[in-house]
């Protein structure tokens, strides 16, 4: 019985002591959360081709292909009709023209 009220006593003051925690973590968020909502959102590229002088990027991301140019750091999207599936993303060997499928 002894032991019975001692767990009791030991649960219940497990209980109020962490009952602060819990409620000052509800209110102030942690510095690690700030700074990780505060971050842009990384977006998944599914495919890259680098062209071979070395100066654009073509990516896809959410089935959009976009043309980067690394010099200037600008770059534009290109847009297909319909509702493709974009991929097989590559460069000419001369880096003047791009294909895909």
């Known amino acids: 019985m002894i032991l019975h009220a001692r767990l009791l006593s030991f649960g219940l003051l497990c209980a109020v002591t962490s009952l602060p925690v819990a409620i000052s973590a509800q209110i102030a968020p942690s510095r690690a959360a700030s700074v990780i909502d505060s971050m842009p959102r990384a977006k ?3 495919q890259a081709a680098i062209s071979p002088d070395g100066t654009h990027v073509a990516y896809i991301v959410d089935g959009a292909l976009t043309v980067a140019s690394l010099p200037d750091n600008s770059s ?3 847009t297909v009709e319909g509702n493709l599936e974009l991929r097989s993303v590559a460069w000419s ?3 003047k023209q791009l294909t895909f499928l």
Request: no cysteine; net charge negative; glycine share 0%.
């Open 93 to 95: 060997a001369d880096s």
């Open 44 to 46: 998944r590229i599914d």
């Open 76 to 78: 534009h999207s290109i």
